[in-house]
């Protein structure tokens, strides 16, 4: 998912010069809300959360999430996580191409290592003698190197895609019925 694009006016600096409205953006990053979870999360009156979401909705920053049950629950829209989380798309993409490129160098080097000519004919002797003749082969770290980079490019990536799925996730409306109101 793109980061949504964020066109700054004066109405947009209006909506995010109040703390109350940016302490409700920070409260919704979490999980979509009720206006009194809001309100007692706050420690603000409803009337008073009630006004600061319809400036934050005006604004498109908030979503109300009305599925047909007795509550209505407070979500941030793309543009609204992309004001608090901005380019949180761009590290995801960072750790994914560097895992990648560190499994690739990885099956290069375990390849490399793999398909090395191993020298057939005996090893002269060294000179001053001494020490039993070993055959050329393919140098041991490549291999190390090459489980090494495997190991770490199996991480990244996989770091990468549990923080996509975490932030797909976080832009859905999660099931109401799975949520407990209080």
Known sequence: MEPADIILTKD????????TRLDILKTLTTRRMTITELADNLNLAKSTVHHHLQRLA????????DDGHAWV?????????ALLQPHGGA???ILLAAGLASLAGGVCALAAFLTAPVR???VPPLAGGGGIPVPEGAPVELLVAGI???VIGFFLVTYACVRWRNTCAATQFPDPASEEVT
Request: proline letters at 6%; hydrophobic letters at 45%; charged letters at 25%.
């Open 120 to 122: 057939e004919e005996p």
């Open 73 to 81: 629950y407070y979500a941030l829209t793309p543009e609204g996580r």
């Open 58 to 65: 005006d604004a498109g920053f908030v979503a109300a999430g």
């Open 148 to 150: 090494a980079l495997m």
């Open 12 to 19: 947009t600096f209006e909506v995010l010069a109040s703390e």
């Open 91 to 93: 590290r995801i993409r």
